[in-house]
Protein backbone atom coordinates (compact mmCIF):
# COMPACT_ATOMS: atom_id res chain seq x y z
CA UNK A 1 0.00 0.00 0.00
CA UNK A 2 2.56 2.31 0.52
CA UNK A 3 4.55 1.65 -2.25
CA UNK A 4 1.06 2.65 -4.81
CA UNK A 5 0.90 5.63 -2.22
CA UNK A 6 4.22 6.51 -3.82
CA UNK A 7 3.89 5.93 -7.05
CA UNK A 8 0.61 7.89 -6.88
CA UNK A 9 2.39 11.20 -5.14
CA UNK A 10 5.43 10.69 -7.90
CA UNK A 11 2.56 10.79 -10.63
CA UNK A 12 1.03 13.56 -9.32
CA UNK A 13 4.15 15.18 -8.66
CA UNK A 14 5.64 14.96 -12.07
CA UNK A 15 2.29 15.87 -13.87
CA UNK A 16 2.27 19.29 -11.55
CA UNK A 17 6.01 20.09 -12.82
CA UNK A 18 5.01 18.88 -16.84
CA UNK A 19 2.29 20.99 -16.08
CA UNK A 20 4.06 24.38 -15.00
CA UNK A 21 6.54 24.02 -17.60
CA UNK A 22 4.32 23.50 -20.56
CA UNK A 23 2.49 26.94 -18.65
CA UNK A 24 5.91 29.06 -18.17
CA UNK A 25 7.08 28.17 -21.48
CA UNK A 26 6.76 30.56 -24.40
CA UNK A 27 4.02 30.61 -26.78
CA UNK A 28 3.85 30.82 -30.95
CA UNK A 29 0.49 31.48 -31.65
CA UNK A 30 -0.45 31.40 -35.45
CA UNK A 31 -2.87 34.55 -35.91
CA UNK A 32 -6.60 32.92 -37.39
CA UNK A 33 -5.06 29.51 -37.59
CA UNK A 34 -5.29 27.56 -40.38
CA UNK A 35 -7.60 30.62 -41.86
CA UNK A 36 -4.52 33.08 -41.77
CA UNK A 37 -3.86 36.69 -41.71
CA UNK A 38 -6.79 38.12 -44.40
CA UNK A 39 -10.10 40.30 -44.46
CA UNK A 40 -13.50 39.35 -44.46
CA UNK A 41 -14.29 39.97 -47.93
CA UNK A 42 -11.09 37.65 -49.32
CA UNK A 43 -12.19 34.72 -46.18
CA UNK A 44 -15.53 35.44 -45.33
CA UNK A 45 -14.56 32.59 -41.98
CA UNK A 46 -12.45 34.72 -40.56
CA UNK A 47 -12.85 35.82 -36.91
CA UNK A 48 -10.04 37.31 -34.58
CA UNK A 49 -11.97 38.10 -31.79
CA UNK A 50 -13.07 34.24 -31.57
CA UNK A 51 -9.43 33.21 -32.35
CA UNK A 52 -8.03 35.34 -29.97
CA UNK A 53 -10.51 34.32 -26.92
CA UNK A 54 -9.36 31.99 -23.94
CA UNK A 55 -5.51 32.71 -25.51
CA UNK A 56 -3.14 33.93 -22.85
CA UNK A 57 -0.65 36.05 -24.32
CA UNK A 58 2.76 36.90 -22.23
CA UNK A 59 6.00 38.79 -23.09
CA UNK A 60 8.31 37.08 -25.19
CA UNK A 61 5.57 35.06 -27.24
CA UNK A 62 5.30 35.32 -30.83
CA UNK A 63 2.58 35.69 -33.30
CA UNK A 64 2.57 34.44 -36.22
CA UNK A 65 1.16 36.69 -39.25
CA UNK A 66 0.64 33.93 -42.60
CA UNK A 67 -0.57 35.96 -45.90
CA UNK A 68 0.21 37.41 -48.99
CA UNK A 69 1.85 41.00 -50.54
CA UNK A 70 -1.91 42.44 -50.67
CA UNK A 71 -2.06 42.68 -46.58
CA UNK A 72 -0.28 44.58 -44.11
CA UNK A 73 0.64 43.70 -40.73
CA UNK A 74 0.71 46.66 -38.45
CA UNK A 75 1.24 46.66 -34.25
CA UNK A 76 0.26 50.00 -32.71
CA UNK A 77 -0.08 50.86 -29.12
CA UNK A 78 -2.39 53.12 -29.67
CA UNK A 79 -6.06 53.26 -29.52
CA UNK A 80 -7.15 55.91 -31.41
CA UNK A 81 -4.87 54.65 -34.75
CA UNK A 82 -6.18 51.02 -34.26
CA UNK A 83 -10.22 52.46 -33.75
CA UNK A 84 -9.51 54.82 -37.47
CA UNK A 85 -7.38 51.72 -38.81
CA UNK A 86 -5.05 54.50 -40.01
CA UNK A 87 -1.72 54.34 -40.65
CA UNK A 88 -0.74 57.58 -42.68
CA UNK A 89 -0.41 59.71 -38.88
CA UNK A 90 1.46 57.55 -36.66
CA UNK A 91 4.17 58.14 -34.34
CA UNK A 92 7.09 56.19 -34.50
CA UNK A 93 7.17 54.99 -31.07
CA UNK A 94 3.70 53.63 -30.41
CA UNK A 95 3.39 52.27 -34.21
CA UNK A 96 5.10 49.61 -36.13
CA UNK A 97 4.55 48.45 -40.06
CA UNK A 98 6.07 44.64 -40.38
CA UNK A 99 4.96 43.73 -43.36
CA UNK A 100 4.13 46.34 -46.28
CA UNK A 101 1.76 45.69 -49.30
CA UNK A 102 3.24 45.80 -52.54
CA UNK A 103 1.17 47.42 -54.88
CA UNK A 104 3.61 46.09 -57.84
CA UNK A 105 3.11 42.50 -57.28
CA UNK A 106 0.52 41.04 -60.73
CA UNK A 107 0.13 38.22 -58.76
CA UNK A 108 -0.21 37.63 -54.73
CA UNK A 109 2.76 36.08 -52.77
CA UNK A 110 2.93 34.25 -49.88
CA UNK A 111 4.28 35.85 -46.79
CA UNK A 112 4.45 34.49 -43.58
CA UNK A 113 5.62 37.40 -40.74
CA UNK A 114 6.39 36.74 -37.15
CA UNK A 115 6.14 39.49 -34.26
CA UNK A 116 7.29 39.37 -30.77
CA UNK A 117 5.70 40.67 -28.02
CA UNK A 118 7.38 43.03 -26.26
CA UNK A 119 5.49 45.04 -24.00
CA UNK A 120 3.13 44.58 -21.03
CA UNK A 121 -0.29 46.57 -22.06
CA UNK A 122 -2.98 46.40 -24.45
CA UNK A 123 -1.33 45.65 -28.26
CA UNK A 124 -3.49 46.04 -31.33
CA UNK A 125 -2.89 44.89 -34.69
CA UNK A 126 -4.48 45.54 -38.12
CA UNK A 127 -4.17 45.88 -41.93
CA UNK A 128 -4.10 49.47 -42.97
CA UNK A 129 -3.73 48.25 -46.94
CA UNK A 130 -6.77 49.95 -49.05
CA UNK A 131 -6.94 53.12 -46.98
CA UNK A 132 -7.85 50.97 -43.77
CA UNK A 133 -10.39 49.22 -46.12
CA UNK A 134 -9.40 45.77 -45.16
CA UNK A 135 -8.98 46.62 -41.46
CA UNK A 136 -12.60 47.73 -41.38
CA UNK A 137 -13.83 44.31 -42.93
CA UNK A 138 -12.90 42.41 -40.03
CA UNK A 139 -8.91 42.29 -40.29
CA UNK A 140 -8.08 43.74 -36.71
CA UNK A 141 -7.93 42.32 -33.07
CA UNK A 142 -6.92 43.48 -29.92
CA UNK A 143 -4.72 41.43 -27.19
CA UNK A 144 -3.82 41.78 -23.53
CA UNK A 145 0.02 41.24 -22.90
CA UNK A 146 1.15 39.99 -19.05
CA UNK A 147 4.17 40.07 -17.98
CA UNK A 148 4.59 36.06 -17.88
CA UNK A 149 8.28 34.92 -17.84
CA UNK A 150 9.45 37.91 -18.43
CA UNK A 151 11.45 38.67 -21.74
CA UNK A 152 13.69 36.55 -22.66
CA UNK A 153 17.28 37.56 -23.14
CA UNK A 154 17.06 37.19 -26.82
CA UNK A 155 14.47 40.10 -27.33
CA UNK A 156 15.43 42.33 -24.24
CA UNK A 157 16.99 45.41 -25.91
CA UNK A 158 20.59 45.80 -25.62
CA UNK A 159 21.64 48.26 -22.53
CA UNK A 160 23.97 51.13 -24.43
CA UNK A 161 23.51 53.68 -21.19
CA UNK A 162 26.47 55.05 -19.51
CA UNK A 163 26.96 53.70 -15.30
CA UNK A 164 26.26 56.26 -13.17
CA UNK A 165 29.36 58.33 -12.44
CA UNK A 166 30.18 60.65 -9.29
CA UNK A 167 30.24 64.38 -9.16
CA UNK A 168 33.88 64.57 -10.83
CA UNK A 169 34.43 62.08 -13.76
CA UNK A 170 37.83 61.14 -14.91
CA UNK A 171 40.39 58.81 -14.96
CA UNK A 172 42.35 60.14 -11.80
CA UNK A 173 38.86 59.57 -9.78
CA UNK A 174 37.20 56.19 -11.18
CA UNK A 175 36.40 53.90 -8.68
CA UNK A 176 38.50 50.44 -8.81
CA UNK A 177 36.18 47.31 -8.31
CA UNK A 178 36.47 45.80 -5.04
CA UNK A 179 38.25 42.54 -4.71
CA UNK A 180 36.72 40.10 -1.88
CA UNK A 181 39.06 37.35 -1.45
CA UNK A 182 36.92 33.69 -1.38
CA UNK A 183 37.74 32.92 1.75
CA UNK A 184 37.02 35.66 3.86
CA UNK A 185 34.42 35.45 6.26
CA UNK A 186 34.29 38.36 8.65
CA UNK A 187 35.91 41.96 8.25
CA UNK A 188 38.68 43.07 10.44
CA UNK A 189 39.59 46.36 11.19
CA UNK A 190 43.21 47.27 10.42
CA UNK A 191 44.14 48.75 13.33
CA UNK A 192 43.69 45.73 15.33
CA UNK A 193 46.74 43.74 12.60
CA UNK A 194 48.66 47.60 13.44
CA UNK A 195 48.66 46.86 17.34
CA UNK A 196 49.23 43.67 17.13
CA UNK A 197 52.23 44.14 14.66
CA UNK A 198 53.52 46.64 17.04
CA UNK A 199 53.02 44.88 20.08
CA UNK A 200 55.05 41.51 18.85
CA UNK A 201 57.70 43.17 17.41
CA UNK A 202 59.30 44.42 20.94
CA UNK A 203 58.49 40.90 22.86
CA UNK A 204 60.32 39.81 19.55
CA UNK A 205 63.45 41.85 20.20
CA UNK A 206 63.28 41.33 23.79
CA UNK A 207 63.65 37.85 23.49
CA UNK A 208 66.75 37.74 21.14
CA UNK A 209 68.29 40.18 23.30
CA UNK A 210 67.44 38.31 26.30
CA UNK A 211 68.78 34.54 23.96
CA UNK A 212 72.30 36.43 23.72
CA UNK A 213 72.33 37.22 27.51
CA UNK A 214 71.45 34.02 28.16
CA UNK A 215 74.19 32.30 25.80
CA UNK A 216 77.03 34.45 26.80
CA UNK A 217 76.22 33.79 30.65
CA UNK A 218 76.37 30.07 30.11
CA UNK A 219 79.34 30.46 28.20
CA UNK A 220 80.68 32.37 31.39
CA UNK A 221 79.70 29.51 33.80
CA UNK A 222 81.05 26.92 31.77
CA UNK A 223 83.65 28.25 31.76
CA UNK A 224 83.91 29.16 35.48
CA UNK A 225 83.05 24.98 36.10
CA UNK A 226 86.39 24.01 34.07
CA UNK A 227 88.52 26.07 35.60
CA UNK A 228 87.13 24.81 39.43
Not at 49 to 58: D, E, I, L
Not at 66 to 81: A, D, S
Request: with cysteine.
Amino acid sequence: MGNKSGLIFLSSFSFIISFSLYVDAYQNYTVGDSLGWYDLLENPKVDYRNWTAGKNFSLGDFLIFNTNNNHTVIQTYNFTTYKLCDYDNVLDNDTIEWSAADPSATAPQPVSVAVPLTKVGMTYFFSSDYDGEQCLNGQRFQINVTYGQGLPPSLRPDDTSPGPVGPQSGDDDSVPDTLVPSNFDNPKDISDDQDEASSSIPLLDFCNLFGVQLHGLLIVFGFFVLCC
